[in-house]
């Protein structure tokens, strides 16, 4: 076993399948072409400095973990800085899809998009008007 003095290090085929196993796409990595001796945690290192006001807040896999064992990982993906910068991750993407795909692909968003102004103003009498023949009981015909 070859560890440095420093730290401990995985081969990366170790740490690739650490990222399979425990689901960690948010895991990077320095490698020597063999051996791992850096992590680092993507997501919270986007969100940084809005995630300094976990407990336990640490910085070592924003800087990078010298110390590249399961444990270590599997301990971040559970911190609470971890977990928060995940949250802030997801609520933004989700953000983004509900433009994009929401508006723009929901057939609802696209035959609103598409419906001319008049048409709209149409469908709008017409869905009152039957709105009010349901809500007021009047007979269909006088
Ligand atoms: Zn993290």
Redesign the pocket.
């Known amino acids: 076993m070859a560890s440095s003095s420093k730290g401990c290090t995985s081969k990366v085929n170790t740490v690739k399948k650490w990222k399979e196993t425990l689901n960690a796409d948010?895991l990077e990595y320095d490698d020597d072409g063999k051996v791992v001796n850096l992590l680092r945690?993507k997501?919270?290192t986007s969100k940084e400095e809005r995630i300094t006001s976990a407990k336990n807040f640490s910085r070592t896999?924003i800087t990078g973990s010298a110390i590249v064992k399961k444990n270590t990982v599997v301990n971040?993906q559970y911190?609470d800085?971890?977990r928060m910068?995940?949250k802030l991750n997801l609520k933004e993407t989700l953000k983004e899809k509900y433009v994009d795909e929401y508006v723009n692909e929901n057939p609802i968003g696209q035959g609103l998009n598409k419906m001319a102004a008049d048409d709209r103003g149409r469908m709008e009498h017409l869905f009152n008007a039957s709105y009010t023949v349901c809500k007021e009981e009047l007979p269909f015909k006088k």
């Open positions: 948010w945690c997501v919270c896999f971040h911190s800085q971890h910068a995940v």
